[in-house]
């Protein structure tokens, strides 16, 4: 397997086709001020020692050696291991409300950054178990399917916003619904989903899809996002605060917690509920309840012993430009003035 430590100098790649532009626009201006001398075989007489095809084989070589410096300054490596381990984990699906009432911000600084930096903080605690992520608000999309590569979900994690989906609403539902479909519910690991939410205007029978996980083995945990008291929804534009959402009549609207509803579903998906406030997230008691679950033996497949391959390249890169150096942007008059293959009248 192939990997490189420092992907970013990759972007260092995009240069090439610069110098090319670069490269091709002198030639031409030089092309244009010769011709400005006479005809080619003027020109040549004028000036016999200027070679018109070395410099192009020169920047061959100089871009050659650049290539193969940014790619040994982004430093591939190379598996050379496959490590199988057994671990003993849990499946967690995260299914988390991106709606714009998660913008409201009766929790600091909102409920949608308060329940990121609670999963976040809940994937640090994470030993074994595997995580995946459901974002939703209208419709529901897969953000992350179930993985033991926790850096990854939090690097999803970080991307989430409200924009990330275009249908508003709140469809609990098919969120809990695509959480069903993403498990494996053959390899009998004990499985979870932790609904984060407030509740609030959800379009779907989120009880009865609560029902139907619990049927088949899954628990569904619900956090309550907000207040009883609401918050007014603020309106973004250019990634400063226009104002606040308001109703047909012109009246600000206040995104309350639907915490019946919150209940319900828990109840329905044989979990427990807590409602998040500034001081705690509430996973710790969800955290605690999965602990209790039983933990299943699974294997676990991954590349060890990755090895430096960039002095390969930096080789190359070093030989690139040796050959560039030693390659004249002049002919040699005297190695020019033999015609070896030239017929004698």
Known sequence: MLRFAHIEFLWGLLLIPVFLLVFLILR????????RLG???????IIP?????????KFAFFSLAFASLTIALADPQVGTKIEEAKRSGSDLMILLDVSNSMLAADLAPNRLENA???????IDNLHNDRIGIVIFAGEAYMQLPVTTDHSAAKLFLDNINTNIVPTQGTAIGAAIDMGIKSFDL???????????TDGENHEDDAVRA??????????????GLGSAEGAPVPIYKNGAQAGFHTDEQGHTVVSKLNEEMCKEVAKAGNGVYVRASNANSGLGLIMDQIEKMQKKTYDSKSFKNYEDRFQFFLGLAFIFLIIEFFI??????????????????
């Open 28 to 35: 031409y201006w030089k092309k244009k001020a010769l011709r």
């Open 39 to 45: 005809d080619k075989e003027t020109v040549a007489r």
């Open 49 to 57: 020692e200027v070679s018109f095809s070395r410099p192009a084989v």
């Open 116 to 122: 990121k930096r609670a999963v976040s903080q809940l």
């Open 186 to 196: 053959v390899n009998g690991t004990s499985k979870a989903m932790i609904l984060m």
């Open 210 to 223: 609560a029902g139907v996980a619990s049927k088949k083995g899954i628990t569904i945990h619900v956090v």
């Open 328 to 345: 004249s942007s002049r002919k040699n008059v005297k190695l020019s003035g033999l015609k070896l293959f030239e017929v004698k009248k």
